[in-house]
C-alpha cells in the first residue's frame, strides 16, 4: 500500500478564458472544481494506475466535500485529522488562447499543535500497514520547516518515505534519509546556488543531495526531460513528445509512478522509466484531471532511457 500525506489540501477552481487581458475584463467560458493537494493528487493517480492507496492528511471542517466526494469517486481510502476553518482554494486561469495557466494559490488555515500530534500519531499508525509513504506539497501556517522531518521520523522504522517539497522543508527533511526527493531544476538550482544547464550539470547537482541524505534524487526538468541518480548512476530521459493539454498535477502522476515500480522491486532504471512515463501522461489531460492509466501504458513505450553516468 502507498499512503499519501497532504498537509495542505485545496479546492482547485480552474477557469477557462478565450484570452487574458491583464487589468482588464476577461470573461469565463468554461470553470471546474476539484478537490485537490499534492497528496490527494498522489493518492489518486496511484489507484488509477492500479496500485493500493490510501490518503491522510489535515482536513477542515468547512468546504472539504468537493474532496471527500473525488476521493469516494476514485475509490481512495482516507484518513484525516480534523481542523477548525475552511479548506483553502486555488484558482488556476487557463488562457486558451496561449495555452498558459497562472496559478493564485491561497495559503491555507492554520493548524495547531495538537493538530500536528495527531498527524504524527496518524503517520505512526498507518506506517505500519503501508510500504511506502509520500510527504509531499506546501503546509499551512502552524507547521514549521521541520514538518516533514518529524513526521517522517514518526513512521515504522524502515518505511520508505517519497519526500516532494521545496525549500528549506527540504532541506530539513533530507535529514530523516528519504528514499526518494524529487525536485524540479528551479528548486535544485536554488538549493545549489548556481543555474543548471545541461543533463551533467543537473546530475551533478543532484548528488549533493545524495551526499545530503536522499537516497534517490529524480529532477523533473520540464520540456528539457528528466533524470535520476542514486549518487552514482544516472539516467536520463528527454521529455516525450505529445499533445500538452496541462502540467497540473503532472509531477504528482510521476510520483505516483515512481512509487508504483519502487513497490514492484523493479531496478532504478525501470523506476525511472514509470516515473516519466506517468509524469507525460500527467500532461495529457485538461485542467486538474490527472493521469489516466490508458495514456500511462500508452507512453510506457515510448520512454527512452539513457544512462548518463
Known amino acids: 500500500m502507498i499512503a499519501t500525506v497532504c498537509l495542505n489540501p485545496c479546492i482547485d477552481k480552474t477557469v477557462s478564458i478565450s484570452s487574458f487581458v491583464y487589468g482588464g475584463m476577461?470573461?469565463?467560458?468554461?470553470k471546474r472544481e476539484d478537490g485537490s493537494g499534492k497528496g490527494i493528487n498522489v493518492a489518486i493517480a496511484a489507484r488509477r494506475i492500479g496500485c493500493e492507496s490510501a490518503a491522510l492528511g489535515f482536513m477542515?471542517?468547512?468546504?472539504?466535500?468537493?474532496?471527500?466526494a473525488r476521493l469516494k469517486a476514485e475509490?481512495?481510502?482516507?484518513?484525516?485529522?480534523?481542523?477548525q476553518g475552511a479548506v483553502r482554494t486555488n484558482t488556476k486561469v487557463?488562457?486558451?488562447?496561449?495555452s498558459i495557466i497562472t496559478e493564485i494559490n491561497e495559503s491555507g488555515t492554520p493548524v495547531t499543535d495538537k493538530n500536528i500530534e495527531a498527524m504524527k500519531a496518524s503517520?505512526?499508525?498507518w506506517s505500519q500497514k503501508a510500504d511506502l509513504m509520500v510527504f509531499s506539497g506546501s503546509v499551512p501556517a502552524g507547521c514549521g520547516t521541520q514538518i516533514y522531518r518529524e513526521l517522517m521520523a514518526a513512521a515504522r522504522p524502515g518505511t520508505r518515505c517519497i519526500l516532494d517539497t521545496e525549500g528549506d522543508r527540504l532541506l530539513e527533511g533530507l535529514k530523516q534519509n528519504p528514499y526518494l526527493i524529487k525536485p524540479n531544476t528551479f528548486?535544485?538550482?536554488?538549493?545549489?546556488?548556481?543555474?543548471?544547464?545541461?543533463?551533467?550539470?543537473?546530475?551533478?547537482?543532484?548528488?549533493?543531495?545524495?551526499?545530503?541524505?536522499?537516497?534517490?534524487?529524480?529532477?523533473?526538468m520540464g520540456g528539457d526531460g528528466a533524470l535520476i541518480t542514486d549518487g552514482s548512476a544516472c539516467y536520463y530521459s528527454e521529455a516525450l513528445k505529445v499533445a500538452v493539454k496541462s502540467t497540473v498535477g503532472a509531477g504528482d502522476?510521476?510520483?505516483?509512478?515512481?512509487?508504483?515500480?519502487?513497490?514492484?522491486?523493479?531496478?532504478?532504471?525501470?523506476?525511472?522509466?514509470y516515473g516519466v512515463a506517468g509524469g507525460t501522461a500527467g500532461v495529457m489531460t485538461e485542467g486538474t484531471e490527472l493521469i489516466r492509466r490508458q495514456d500511462?501504458?500508452?507512453?510506457?513505450?515510448?520512454?527512452?532511457?539513457?544512462?548518463?553516468?
Open 26 to 30: 476577461n470573461r469565463i467560458i468554461e
Open 60 to 68: 477542515y471542517q468547512e468546504n472539504y466535500a468537493p474532496i471527500e
Open 75 to 83: 475509490q481512495v481510502p482516507f484518513d484525516f485529522v480534523w481542523c
Open 94 to 98: 487557463l488562457d486558451l488562447e496561449k
Open 123 to 125: 503517520v505512526r499508525e
Open 187 to 220: 528548486e535544485l538550482e536554488t538549493i545549489v546556488g548556481r543555474s543548471l544547464q545541461t543533463p551533467q550539470e543537473v546530475y551533478k547537482a543532484a548528488t549533493t543531495l545524495v551526499d545530503r541524505g536522499a537516497q534517490l534524487v529524480a529532477v523533473s
Open 253 to 273: 502522476s510521476m510520483v505516483a509512478a515512481f512509487c508504483k515500480a519502487i513497490e514492484g522491486g523493479l531496478s532504478l532504471e525501470e523506476v525511472f522509466r
Open 296 to 309: 500511462f501504458e500508452q507512453v510506457m513505450g515510448q520512454v527512452k532511457v539513457q544512462k548518463i553516468a
